[in-house]
């Protein structure tokens, strides 16, 4: 008994010496602590270790971050509490499906203080999309105002782009071209493309058009400078499929896979929401109409014509026409709950339909043309995805159903054995795929797809503009922060050149800085060889629709019946849009800016 | 002496006391912090209009909030899915009933079946669901590898609102039914034997004795299995969120849970997720009465 008490005196010794020398190396002597949460991969998490190791090191004895690793798909339930809850971490990752919600609750600290007087982080040399996609007005519920505050800051961009196969396009018998447009002509005259082929080398014996797949001669070329058209991606999946499945035996192989539609609505200037602005009281000056299957056709100015007026607002050769400014607005009520169901009630005002007439605007397709396009991607071809003017629309059958590929982790996996010939992807998946790809197949990256239309030249004659969506996870601090100025100045170390060159370096991440993104620290020759295409989808590629709105609750309802029943071919489009989830929709967008709801938290 | 001896006896009643007081505290403190509270919480906020992890700018707002959850059609639906999935329960009893009989015949290796039987419900219910993911997977899972004629088109098992449940109900027999076999095991071995002879002595059958002797004295067992059985399956979330994080085709993987979760954590509307889980609760608590006094008619504590 007595040896017991001994040892457990000895025990609680010990303990207390441990917790009081922990205390020690704490203090002073080890600098402020902040604390950051990161939800990332292995290889993010290295990066991360390596970022926290040197600021750690610059700022020794001054400030100490620690790293906590946050793994896993429930981060965004365990962050919201614990940010609620007394042990805040000082620096998280917040997903972009979280920032706008929290940043409403009061959880995130307004760092736009910190942003204007930093000489680090600046909003001018960077991607201006990512930067301004956090701004964001609690009160209003509106993104980039100028009323608006910053609680976050990009922890990097990833723009959407095509992951190819090569090594499955070349046994399909495709030949790889690299040259964009501005290259073109030279090309044509005999010059290299980007990989040092000449068109003598190539075997072609003809003029290139602005193509991104095409037949030459009775052989294919696939140019990965250059956007397909809808057409284009369509065949060019076929033959590399029907390769796939016929040549390699590989009966489940497909030969495209995207699960965003965005690419194909906002290239011809479609949206699924779209503000409206009304004078009611019950609204904070406007509410949202949901558009997703609307109907009404989209307009571009002409190439050829150098400006136009539309609703006397100017717009410039090559860009869409807003939807504000196509439709008659006066159509639309004050009182949107007193008319709940608003599909097809609006037209194109004829301003617009004039100004087409007179060759000034070109027409796109509408909306819901585009997303029915989309839809046929992974209908099956002996399904009828939707019945137009009498005439049934069949899927295509080239891309796996969301269901059966399993998420993130299988579609990757498909792409990486060799079961997937194309995959529209975010730039993050890049270090993957070099550690898993390399040593077994050639691959690279090209353009996402792009409305186009040719004459039998192969010129176009009518074209939409290049769209995409771009991920994004923010940096914030915790409001309760205690050590918000240190929990900046880490932010600000890895949102700066150092850090945005060693996630660059890393392969996951395109650097914030354009100037940094377009020198050696971003193209550095690994694979993939064609990475300026995420610099230039950086430029135009936007943040997905669950950024839209301060939560998804408006998304969840319509999207699980067109994921089912639509997709599955026992539904049509046109079903589906007189189903009463989509009817339904119309009512549940009317909470998003009702001012009852803005009041209770601003 | 006696005195003493007394007074020792009461304080070593009181020390007993205490101990014994002592050891409840433990389960009653993490009911009362982790049950009781939240339960209280639950109601208050379910009368407030709750934004978030806080209660900064609530309000009272009566049953607004119930209102709005008994108005949302997909609530309903909530509800259907729920009850649709809980289908399972009955289809394990049955058919733990039918192979635990089977088990207590003379058959070899009854002791490794019952195993084999039980392996599925101690496992992970995140590893089973992944497993039956890939068995159902359109173009990579076992099934329709067996079962798709050469030149058609594979079924979308987790793809197809008629689909997805039948597959849970699958999945969920292949995993429970283990419990009820184990638990039936036990009750038929405590059957009384004398009544057998009893009943062989009287020209009864061996269907005749299972219906007249062996269900009611076994239907202990039954109503225990089916009140847990019934009351978990409304509670049903994590399989149908691990294949369909999002909610199923056409909405059919919204368990009433399913909707709980979604409305607090994916929509930071507290108010109404409190609401759903009183609504909830009284389903649950409503369900077990009906089935107590249902029990009256058929169990049998003889």
């Known amino acids: ?602 | 002496m006696f005195i003493d001896k007394v007074y020792r006896k009461k304080i070593k009643v009181k020390r007993e006391e205490v101990f014994g007081f002592a050891l409840s505290m433990g389960p009653v403190l993490g009911f009362a912090l982790f049950g009781l509270i939240p339960m209280i919480l639950a109601i208050f906020m379910s009368f407030m209009d709750i934004y978030g992890f806080t209660f900064e700018g609530a309000g009272f707002v009566g049953f607004e909030n119930y209102g709005t959850v008994l108005k949302d059609p997909l609530f309903w639906k909530s509800i259907v899915n729920t009850l649709y999935m809980g289908v399972a329960t009955f289809i394990n009893i049955a058919l733990a009933l039918m192979v635990a009989f089977l088990l207590t015949k003379n058959v070899r290796g009854k002791k490794v079946f019952r195993t084999i039987y039980f392996i599925p419900y101690v496992c992970s219910v995140v590893a089973i669901t992944v497993m039956w993911q890939w068995i159902f997977n359109t173009n990579y899972g076992i099934i329709n590898a067996i079962f798709t004629p050469e030149g058609q088109e594979p079924v979308n098992w987790w793809g197809r609102a008629d689909t997805f449940i039948p597959c849970l109900l699958i999945m969920g027999v292949w995993s429970g039914t283990g419990y009820g076999i184990i638990l039936y095991g036990a009750a038929l071995t405590n059957v009384n034997s004398s009544l057998y002879e009893a009943a062989k002595v009287d020209g009864a059958n061996s269907f005749k004795s299972f219906w007249h002797i062996t269900i009611p004295a076994i239907s202990p067992t039954t109503f225990y299995l089916l009140i847990t059985g019934i009351i978990g399956a409304l509670q049903e979330f994590a399989r149908p969120q691990i294949i369909s994080g999002s909610g199923g085709p056409d909405n059919v993987g919204v368990t009433v849970v399913f909707y709980l979760y979604r409305s607090a954590f994916q929509y930071y509307e507290m108010g109404i997720a409190s609401a759903t889980a009183w609504l909830l609760a009284i389903l649950i608590v409503g369900l077990t009465v009906i089935n107590f006094a249902m029990s009256k008619l058929w169990v049998s504590y003889d």
């Open chain 1, 1 to 602: 008994m007595k040896k017991l008490k001994v040892l457990a005196l000895a025990m609680t010794a010990c303990i207390a010496g441990s917790v009081a020398m922990a205390g020690c190396s704490g203090g002073s002597g080890a600098g402020t602590k902040v604390t950051f949460w990161a939800n990332c991969n292995d290889v993010e998490l290295g990066v991360f270790k390596e970022i926290t190791k040197q600021f750690n090191a610059q700022h020794k004895g001054e400030i100490e971050v620690k790293l906590v690793s946050k793994p896993g798909d429930s981060y965004g339930d365990t962050l919201g509490l614990t940010l609620a809850g007394s042990k805040a971490p000082d620096v998280f990752y917040v997903g972009d499906n979280g920032y706008k919600a929290y940043a409403e609750q009061g959880l995130l600290y307004d760092i736009t203080d910190f942003i204007e007087s930093s000489t680090i982080y600046k909003v001018e040399d960077m991607w201006s999309d990512v930067t301004v996609r956090y701004r964001y007005d609690v009160n209003t519920r509106l993104t980039n105002t100028p009323e608006g505050r910053y609680y976050g800051v990009p922890k990097d961009i990833g723009p959407t782009v095509i992951y190819y196969n090569e090594t499955l396009f070349t046994g399909a018998g495709i030949k790889i071209i690299s040259v964009n447009e501005d290259g073109l002509k030279d090309f044509n005259a005999g010059g290299e493309d980007d990989r040092g082929n000449t068109k003598v080398k190539l075997g072609i014996n003809g003029e290139v058009k602005e193509k991104g797949y095409f037949e030459m001669n009775g052989q294919w070329y696939f140019n990965n400078q250059i956007p397909m058209s809808w057409e284009e991606t369509v065949a060019c999946a076929n033959k590399v499929q029907s390769y796939m499945r016929d040549g390699l035996k590989d009966k489940s192989a497909y030969g495209y896979f995207t699960e965003w539609w965005f690419n194909y609505g906002w290239t011809v200037g479609g949206d699924c929401i779209q503000q409206i602005p009304t004078d009611n009281e019950k609204y904070t000056g406007y509410y949202y109409d949901f558009t997703l299957m609307d109907s009404t056709a989209n307009y571009i100015v002409a190439d050829d014509c150098k400006e136009v007026k539309v609703n006397n607002k100017t717009y410039k050769a090559g860009q869409i026409i807003e939807y504000s400014d196509k439709i008659d607005m006066s159509a639309y009520s004050s009182d949107p709950a007193g008319n709940v169901d608003r599909r097809d009630t609006y037209q194109v005002t004829s301003e617009v339909e004039g100004l087409a007439g007179e060759g000034k605007l070109v027409k796109l397709p509408s909306q819901r043309e585009a997303f029915t396009e989309f839809i046929r991607l992974a209908s099956s071809t002996s399904t009828v995805v939707d019945n137009v003017d009498g005439q049934n629309l069949y899927g295509y059958g080239i891309t796996p159903r969301p269901t059966d590929i399993g998420g993130d982790a299988g579609k990757t996996t498909s792409f990486m054995n060799g079961h997937l010939a194309m995959l529209v992807d975010l730039r993050y998946i890049t270090a993957t795929f070099r550690n898993e790809m390399d040593a077994e197949y050639d691959w690279d990256v090209a353009p996402l797809p792009m409305y186009k239309k040719y004459d039998e030249a192969g010129n176009i004659t009518v074209h939409g503009v290049e769209a995409g969506h771009s991920g994004s996870v923010a940096l914030c601090i915790s409001s309760k922060s205690k050590v918000a100025n240190e929990a900046w100045k880490f932010i600000e170390y890895c949102a700066g050149e150092e850090g945005q060159s060693l996630q660059a370096k890393a392969g996951f991440a395109i650097p914030l800085q354009e100037k940094l993104a377009n020198s050696p620290v971003f193209l550095d020759g690994q694979n993939p060889k064609n990475a300026k295409i995420f610099i230039d989808a950086a430029k135009y590629e936007g943040a997905g629709d669950w950024w839209y709105l301060y939560n998804k609750k408006w998304i969840d309802n319509w999207a699980n019946v067109l994921n089912g029943s639509v997709r599955n071919g026992t539904m049509t489009m046109s079903e589906f849009y007189d189903c009463k989830e989509y009817k339904e929709t119309f009512a549940n967008l009317l909470e998003y800016s009702e001012k009852k709801k803005l009041s209770a938290n601003s």
